[in-house]
């Protein structure tokens, strides 16, 4: 029994318990708790201020062209610095005639651009669907030559009206894919898009008569 109390005490002291990890005390499962959902909220923060960043930009440059310059370029300038490709075209789409025209691209040949100006599935579904369509969502048997290296296929549609769509070919090499912010995008394209387009050619109207 000699120093029997003193050295359990020490013994004690100098035990690495199982609430220790690295000499580091292991929190408990409530302040982990806490701690996982103040970084969930940090991240969507983040997220939505990356968004926001993006959507003010798109929207600023789309409101400076229908003030004084061409809101088809100024769509592309979005698809080129926001989402990431330098391959994209806008068709107009006329409903009573059943036809596409191009009103402006960029990176297509001109033998690429006569044969999306007949259509392709991804065009006519988008129309036909009002909804815009992705390449990753398309039965391969049904995609045309010309569409093959289409990424996105994206409704312009102003209330029930489609006024055209735009067309997103090759991304830019740095980007794996289409990312959450760029599906945003595409959402304010396809109203605020559209709508710009649409006051565009009235203008452009109004100013021939």
Known sequence: MIGGGNGSR???KNMVTKNDIDGKRRLPS??????????????????????????????????QAVE?????????EI????????????????K??????????????????????????MMWRTVGEGVTQFRDRQNELQLQSCEQNLTASVVLKSGHEIVGVLLVFGLLPQKNGLEWVDHQLFKFLE???????????????????
């Open 68 to 76: 004084d310059g061409d809101v088809h370029v100024a769509i592309g």
């Open 191 to 209: 109203t605020y898009g559209a709508v710009a387009i649409q006051l565009q050619l009235l203008r452009k109207n109004a100013a021939a008569l």
């Open 79 to 94: 698809v080129s610095n926001l989402i990431g490709s330098e391959e994209a075209a806008i068709f107009h789409y006329r």
């Open 10 to 12: 020490i013994l004690r």
């Open 96 to 121: 009573a005639a059943r036809r596409f025209l191009n009103a402006w691209s960029v990176g297509i040949s001109d033998e690429q651009l006569r044969q999306l100006s007949d259509g392709t599935s």
């Open 30 to 63: 409530e302040e982990l708790r806490a701690r996982t959902q103040l970084l969930s909220l940090r991240e969507q923060l983040e997220h939505n201020h990356f968004l926001l960043e993006r959507l003010y930009a798109a929207s600023a440059g789309i409101m």
